[in-house]
């Protein structure tokens, strides 16, 4: 196939790329700016130019066919390069530009994120912001994200992890449930509290730590019940503020000084529970030979903004 020939068929193969990693016509008409309709009439003449079926269409599902997936396969490294090499050339002059799709957890956007947006976004205006909140695991290259704000002990191992702060999980319950029930003193006393448990944590069971003087360190699983489930922590802390039972939170989750509500009291503060949520914050991408100037300055700024971490103090020993 000559050149003249090849040229017109270089966006079309393009969009099949997308489609393959979003398996949804109507998400790949929403990342590449277009209509659903134009799409399908696109793939569609794409495989009217090869002579071969590329798209395996249901009502519940789109997939590629063999051909459709060795020709992903054979063109996805080669867009890439593009891509990278077009974004490194745009950042060698100007200001930092272009648009970053962030994903993040619901209540450290809510809480926290939202605020340092505010501030990125007027320090650097030819910069747009994307951001995603949900709790979701959410694949970065399939989805079509450029960074993803996650708390996690093991940041996965073809991702760029940055460090944006430490974090750990805390036991909190209101004072009004500690006075109906009485303030454990062991992890075991748990067995007779109502605890609310983040849905995540199918296992039903929190697992402790303490050091003791000795230096060796003591470990106790506790299989724990209660009447609520939820996967939200600001729903959670909600509820645990409303006297529902004991629970356990990411710290950035924990009521703020500043606000009118009650504050939660911190349970079992001499151990640590072995977290369900991660310990450390990460900025998480893909990696790539290249970084876009614009998600590196992104990063930096959350990097700046998170430094001090959260801390516990939010929540009365």
Known sequence: MSTDQLFPLVAD????????????????ARRLGTSKASVSMRISELERTAGVLLVR????????????????????????????SYSAARDLVGKPRGLVRVTAPVALGRQHLASCMAVFLKQFPDIHIELELTD???NLANEGFDLAIRHTNTPPETHVAWVLCETRSV??????YLARRGMPRHPNDLTAHDCLLYLGNHSGSWTFAKNTKRKSTERVGVDIRGSLKVNNSEVLREALLAGLGIGLLPDFSLPLPSQATPQLVRVLS??????????????LRPWSAQVPKAVQCLVAHLRASFARGFGDSRAAS
């Open 171 to 176: 036991l909190v319950a209101s004072a009004d």
């Open 13 to 28: 193969l393009h969009l099949l790329t997308v489609l393959a990693a979003t398996k949804s016509f109507t998400e790949t």
């Open 270 to 283: 001499d151990w640590k529970v072995q977290g369900f949520f991660g310990e450390k914050i990460y900025a």
């Open 57 to 84: 269409r249901t009502t519940r599902s789109v997939g590629l066919t063999e051909a459709g997936q060795q020709l992903v396969a054979d063109m996805q490294p080669a867009f890439e390069r593009i891509s990278g």
């Open 136 to 138: 979701r695991f959410v």
